[in-house]
């Protein structure tokens, strides 16, 4: 059984870098042909696909959070991680993190239960 789990700060002032760490147990985030994504949702609002570091440590955005998005991962630890940048009161959002197979752009789903595994979600709220 594939387990992920967020973690991070619940708290970002306006203009800081968002970082959040998705922890991964019951299986490798360099098994092919799997793609590990940071999804959010809004207060209100539905899922929205943030981007995805593949099993080969590829890494896909999406287009309009590209310039402010940057995720990474920690193969000896089977960790990947979020950072956003320039952070506004609009990021305030429950994050999670899951995976996905076959290719990328199966990665952009309206439902956390099309995706192959996700964690329980982060509150993260973007205030001063």
């Known amino acids: 059984q594939v387990r992920l789990l967020e973690s991070g700060p619940g708290l970002v002032k306006p203009s800081q870098t968002l970082s959040l760490t998705c922890t991964v147990s019951?299986?490798?985030?360099?098994?092919?042909?799997?793609?590990w994504s940071w999804i959010r949702q809004p207060p209100g609002k539905g899922l929205e696909w943030m981007g995805a570091i593949a099993y080969d440590g590829s890494t896909y955005y999406s287009p309009s959070l590209k310039s402010h998005t940057s995720i990474s991962r920690d193969t000896s630890k089977n960790q990947f991680s979020l950072q956003l940048s320039s952070t506004t009161p609009e990021d305030t959002a429950v994050y999670y993190c899951?995976?996905?197979?076959?290719?990328?752009?199966?990665?952009?789903?309206?439902?956390?239960?099309?995706?192959?595994?996700w964690g329980q979600g982060t509150q993260v709220t973007v205030s001063s």
């Open positions: 019951g299986g490798s985030i360099t098994t092919s042909y799997y793609y």
């Open positions: 899951a995976r996905c197979s076959g290719d990328h752009t199966m990665c952009v789903k309206t439902s956390l239960y099309e995706y192959d595994y």
